[in-house]
């Protein structure tokens, strides 16, 4: 039945590769420990079966958040069981998710940020033109590492300096951006154009086979430029994302705005970036206020 439940996940939810790969590794993580201590499968879990392979978890030192994505796999797996009517009782309705210190998103200062994109060391060709606009375009939009490899020519309106982003789920959302960034992918195309070999490139940023790139490239990348102008702790496209969203708020945006921007789906998800703006707000107050 795991099968089954990752092709839904592929075909009626249209979750990603990676996503789906997730999802397929705690599931089989889980049957595998039934069988081994319980001779069941995944059918026939009970609560106490769920709770003594988390305990497991736990006593194992695992991060827990990372148990927590396990047992929000299950909780899926379940109630997608229950709906197909395979079980008749969910294991995991008592299951509780464990107590995690909450991390404030990394993000790289903005007089860093502006020494990396104005760095003097990007080469006028096809490589350097492709890692300033990976830099430019994760920062000056926000987008998803996965978003940013997938983006086609014909999702960037240069006339409306808009890019159409298809996020989760195949959610389209518009995103901005400025005359600085049109000005590097022009740049960046005209390179690609002469040097890169395809007659029609159907992706805007592509490897040096005409292909799509693969997320390693750009992790590669970020890391490098990151590495010689900042001292955040971590180099990852994500980070970026993290930038762009810290950033905005930190000069006054709206969080409903940046919440549309970042694609997500509630504002909870944003608000974490407010925890960040609201440290900048508290140094402002020790600094100037008499009382503090």
Not at 32 to 40: F, S
Not at 133 to 142: A, D, P, W
Not at 224 to 237: I, M, N, T, W
Request: contains cysteine.
């Amino acid at each position: 039945m795991i099968d089954s439940f990752l092709n839904y996940l592929r075909f009626e939810k249209r979750f990603s590769t990676h996503t789906v790969t997730s999802y397929q590794n705690d599931l089989t993580q889980f049957e595998e420990y039934l069988t081994e201590t319980y001779e069941e499968l995944t059918q026939s879990a009970s609560y106490s079966m769920v709770r003594s392979w988390i305990v497991s978890l736990v006593e194992r030192k695992l991060d827990a958040t990372s148990v927590n994505r396990k047992i929000a796999s299950l909780r899926s797996y379940y109630k997608f069981l229950m709906r197909q009517e395979l079980i008749e009782k969910d294991p995991m309705l008592k299951i509780k998710v464990l107590k995690t210190k909450k991390k404030l998103p990394h993000f790289v200062k903005e007089p860093d940020m502006t020494k990396t994109l104005e760095n003097p060391l990007f080469e006028d060709d096809h490589t350097g033109w492709r890692e300033r606009l990976i830099l430019e375009l994760l920062y000056g939009t926000g987008m998803r590492l996965s978003e940013l490899i997938g983006l086609k020519e014909n999702q960037v309106n240069m006339r409306e300096r808009t890019i159409k982003v298809l996020g989760k789920r195949n959610k389209e959302r518009i995103i901005p951006f400025s005359e600085p960034l049109a000005e590097v992918i022009d740049g960046y195309r005209k390179r690609r154009n002469k040097e890169i070999s395809a007659n029609d490139h159907d992706l805007l940023i592509v490897n040096d086979s005409g292909g799509k790139c693969y997320p390693m490239l750009v992790y590669r990348i970020v890391s490098k430029h990151l590495a010689s102008f900042s001292s955040v702790e971590k180099k990852s496209p994500h980070v970026l994302r993290h930038t762009f969203a810290t950033h905005l708020l930190n000069k006054g945006a709206e969080i409903n705005a940046v919440k549309d921007l970042l694609g997500h789906s509630s504002l909870a998800a944003t608000q974490v970036y407010t925890h960040n703006s609201m440290e900048k707000l508290k140094k402002v107050f020790d600094q100037a206020h008499p009382k503090a």
